[in-house]
């Protein structure tokens, strides 16, 4: 089957083998495939041979029967969509409840094949159903609007806070979007054009973060960039005691980080700084289905498989959300 792999820091259409799922997997066949601009080639993250593609949405063509376990089975012939992180469902913490923090957890595009391919497969336990209302385009977001739905319910409800969201992110502007809805006082600060534009589209509040003052009065600020500069530029915005919310990790390849300053800021204004990084697929299919959001602001650039490698390999991250493939025809 084909695939797109990346090799040196560029993605090429390869033949590759056909995956074979084990007891308890899905092999799925994707209708469309999203990528964030982290996962872009030029953005340098992905390791040489990786097939790439974390987001998709996909027919499932069969599941491999586990013993003891029938689920999966009824997924067959339905349109998916599914968190790219795998637990294992057996270790100390899968079994406490804690399968996000698996000890042998995977992630797709990573440490196994991405979806940026003809199949893929994938624990059937990660996949939900897609309402026939939800389109491709919409679906293939379920990973980005799960992730939001995930940190905007980690905001208590009733307390009113002030809240700065960091990050040109598709995750970052859906919490600012969620928590608007739910009118919270918040607020987008951008970086560039393309996060502001979608602020525009939305009716979001928003200011460029080089013009928001840092005064150090914010209850709460959700970092999304993933970078220890957004780290430390949410530490001169939120209060003595606030909270600052970190939902990526730092992915940059050179990154030097200045602990110092981040632990000095922290101690000094006795920050609480807390990680989210689950997804909630249920809530995001909820909303989906509601056709309340209109995602289209956040697919910055479309194309065919066929076309990736050339159009992947021109793209610039700092001016895409998501990047959407659409599978061969068949
Ligand atoms: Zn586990």
């Not at 209708?31 to 097939?51: F, K, N, Q, W, Y």
């Not at 110092?260 to 697929?281: H, M, P, Y």
Request: contains cysteine; aromatic residues 2%.
């Amino acid at each position: 089957m084909k695939a797109l792999v990346v090799h040196a820091g560029a993605a090429a259409l390869r033949e590759v083998p056909s995956p074979e799922p084990v007891p308890g997997e899905a092999l799925v066949r994707p209708l469309r495939m999203a990528l964030g601009p982290g996962e872009l080639p030029s953005a340098g993250g992905a390791r040489s041979g990786t097939v790439i593609g974390r987001e998709f949405v996909g027919v499932v063509e069969r599941v491999e029967p586990a013993p003891g376990r029938t689920v999966g089975a009824s997924l067959v012939g339905k349109r998916v969509v599914g968190s790219a992180h795998a637990s294992c469902g057996v270790c100390d913490r899968c079994r406490s409840g804690l399968s996000a923090h698996c000890r042998s957890r995977v992630t797709l595009g990573d440490a196994r094949p991405g979806c940026c391919a003809e199949l893929l497969t994938i624990a059937a336990a990660n996949l939900l159903e897609v309402p026939p209302s939800v389109s491709d385009d919409e679906a293939v977001l379920a990973p980005a609007v799960a992730a939001a739905v995930h940190i905007a319910g980690t905001v208590p409800g009733n307390t009113r806070p002030f809240i700065s969201v960091l990050g040109d992110t598709a995750e970052g502007l859906l919490v600012a979007l969620l928590l608007w809805r739910r009118k919270e006082t918040v607020r987008m600060l951008t970086a560039g054009p393309v996060a502001s534009a979608v602020c525009e589209k939305w009716g979001l509040r928003h200011r460029p973060l080089n013009e928001a003052g840092r005064r150090q009065d914010q209850d709460l600020v959700i970092e999304t960039a993933g970078s220890a500069a957004s780290l430390i530029t949410a530490l001169e915005f939120v209060r003595p005691r606030g909270r600052v919310l970190v939902t990526r990790a730092c992915e940059e390849p050179a990154c030097v980080t200045p602990a110092r300053d981040i632990t000095a800021a922290v101690l000094r204004q006795e920050v609480e700084l807390c990680g989210v990084r689950g997804e909630d697929f249920p809530g995001a299919i909820h909303l989906l289905k509601s056709a309340s959001v209109q995602l289209a602001p956040l697919i910055t650039r479309r194309g065919t498989f066929v076309q990736g490698p050339d159009l992947l390999n021109a793209l610039n991250p700092a001016d895409h959300l998501r990047v959407v493939l659409a599978a061969p025809a068949r």
